[in-house]
């Protein structure tokens, strides 16, 4: 933040984020996390259902309870996510409903899911997809 035209923003910064796990997150980087609240105290998570925002991108995990990293990439900023199922370029990612924090291609009659990512290439299941964040938007498939 530019805290010289908002002084207001003088404690905050881009870039990393660290917080304790509320989950053990050992291994769940290039996943989506989400912030959740822990007796008032924030903590990082994995999404646990495909209506959640998860806007932080794992960069190094450790047990519940101790400090995680995570990244949350910008509008103008793509970034990879791990995949479950396939895609192609242009495609509009999900949150997958089967393995929390990966991004998924809804099926043609999934109805309407929250899209926050489009492909930036092609992918196959378990690959390090690079996406592209986008405004959060309800989506019809």
Known sequence: MNTILNPGQG?????????PGSVDLTGKENLLWKIVNSSGAAQFALPTAVTDIAPF?????????????????????????????SCVPGDMLCL?????????????SAGSLLVEFIAEESGADGQLLKVRRIPARLHTF
Do not use: F, M, Q
């Open 57 to 85: 991108i794992g960069a190094s995990g450790d047990v519940a309870g101790n400090d995680s990293v995570a990244e949350s990439p910008g509008l103008d900023e793509n970034c990879r996510v791990y995949l479950d199922g």
């Open 11 to 19: 404690d905050t910064k881009r870039g990393e984020i660290t917080l």
């Open 96 to 108: 997958s409903s089967t393995h929390y924090g990966r991004l998924y291609k809804p099926a043609a």
